[in-house]
């Protein structure tokens, strides 16, 4: 007997997913405000807070190898279970750290635990896209991102409040937490595919065709990265910009990336994944292509902007192609994606720095359009198969 689901019930699982990706950026996010008070507190000097921050990036990396064939063998509405429940717990773990090292193992863990959530949601994200039968991943993304503007802005908030770390992440932690564990349990359920005669690997690495859609948004995820920890830097240092002008710089990266990820899915309709990718990667080409170029405060802050519209629709693009492939389960591409996306996102700032040290900052940032240009030829990966 074939069960016939309301279109109302439907409707309220995209909600439903949109709402499970705000509330977990908003308990990740809420602690990076905080980071400064965290090295006042510990004494440590910028060196040793940055060697401390790679525990996050680290834990994840290693989550996401193994993480796929895990999430597959749960089921991704128990992996997302698990894996909201062990992100808002672990966020304390930085907030009692003592040294240099105990925050680096207490980020660790809290990479570690990202991975179940991560990849549980966005499979789930895309079966209830074909499930509804129209797409919704950019949208998502688009949530996360509002939900990132709001856990910064709390924490920022209580850091003017004179709220201690600690304090504030005992109260946003569990809020949005419960909130992600009721999401998930509310949620009607999704069909789920019938599971695959191949044993699901331990290692989520990417295949030989699985390589170009893992690739393809390397370039812009760098940019992204590089528009998060280098704005600032840049509009300070080439441009001489007032505070008032680099707090712009970011708002106008940040604020293009959500509207395009808000409106990405009706142009993927349109346009199709491999023509709306490759005019995204264009529009991230020409901002960073200004940036190398200009040296005032207007042309920089609409720079930043067209680098933040570039990098709004790489990453869901890139997660929907690997979910659609048949050659494995979802779980396990969509892992293989952010892996290789994760470790673009990490390495690109550092890449920048290198450059920066030879030939400038300016000549730094340009570094990373030969990436872009490298995602504009491998769009056609996209394609659905």
Same mark, same amino acid.
């Given at each position: ?60 990396? $290693? ?22 429940? $062990? ?7 930085p907030t009692l750290a003592v040294s240099m090292m105990a925050l680096f193992v207490a980020l660790f863990v809290v990479g570690l635990s990202l991975a179940l959530i991560e990849i549980g949601m966005n499979v789930d994200a895309d079966r209830v896209e074909k499930w509804v039968s129209k797409p919704i991943m950019s949208s998502c993304h688009g949530f996360?991102?509002?939900?990132? /503007? ?8 209580? =850091? ?49 065709? $699985? ?5 393809? =948004? ?43 990820? %808000? %409106?990405?899915?009706? %142009? ?13 990667? /264009? ?46 389960? =979802?779980?396990?591409?969509? =892992? ?21 040290? /030879? ?22 990966? $996209?394609?659905?198969?």
């Amino acid at each position: 007997m074939t069960t016939v689901v309301s279109p109302s019930a439907k409707s309220a699982s995209v909600w439903n997913i949109r709402a499970l990706f705000l509330c977990e950026a908003v308990v990740l996010t809420s602690i990076f405000p905080r980071f400064p008070d965290l090295k006042e507190t510990l004494a440590l000097d910028h060196a040793q807070l940055g060697l401390s921050l790679l525990g996050l990036p680290l834990g994840t990396l $290693l989550s996401l190898i193994l993480a796929g064939g895990l999430v597959d063998r749960l089921g991704t509405r128990r992996a997302s279970l698990i894996g909201i429940s $062990l992100v808002a717990i672990s966020m304390v773990l930085p907030t009692l750290a003592v040294s240099m090292m105990a925050l680096f193992v207490a980020l660790f863990v809290v990479g570690l635990s990202l991975a179940l959530i991560e990849i549980g949601m966005n499979v789930d994200a895309d079966r209830v896209e074909k499930w509804v039968s129209k797409p919704i991943m950019s949208s998502c993304h688009g949530f996360w991102s509002v939900g990132a /503007l709001i856990g910064t802005g709390l924490g920022a908030l209580c =850091a003017g409040m004179g709220i201690s770390p600690l304090q504030q992440i005992m109260i946003i932690s569990p809020i949005f937490g419960i909130a992600g564990i009721l999401i998930i349990q509310l949620r009607t359920p999704i069909p789920v595919p019938p599971p695959s005669a191949q044993l699901a690997p331990t290692f989520a690495l990417p295949t030989r065709a $699985l390589l170009g859609v893992a690739v393809f =948004a390397v370039g812009l995820q760098m940019s992204e990265g590089a528009a998060f920890d280098w704005s600032g830097i840049y509009m300070r240092e080439v441009v001489g910009a007032n505070a008032t002008f680099i707090g712009m710089a970011y708002f106008s990266f940040t604020l293009p990336m959500a509207i395009g990820r %808000f %409106f990405g899915d009706h %142009f993927r309709t349109v346009l199709g994944p491999v023509r709306l990718a490759r005019i995204t990667t /264009l529009i991230g080409c020409l901002g960073l292509l200004i940036l190398g170029l200009t040296e005032t405060a207007i042309g920089s802050i609409l720079a930043w902007g067209l680098v933040g519209l570039g990098a709004s629709m790489a990453f869901p693009l890139a997660v929907t192609a690997a979910a659609e492939r048949d050659d494995r389960p =979802a779980a396990v591409n969509v =892992a293989s994606v952010f892996l290789v996306a994760f470790t673009a996102f990490v390495i690109g700032p550092p890449l920048i720095g290198f450059v920066a040290k /030879l030939v400038g900052l300016q000549n730094g940032l340009m570094a990373l359009l030969p990436f872009c240009i490298l995602g504009y030829f491998l769009a056609p990966s $996209l394609k659905p198969k």
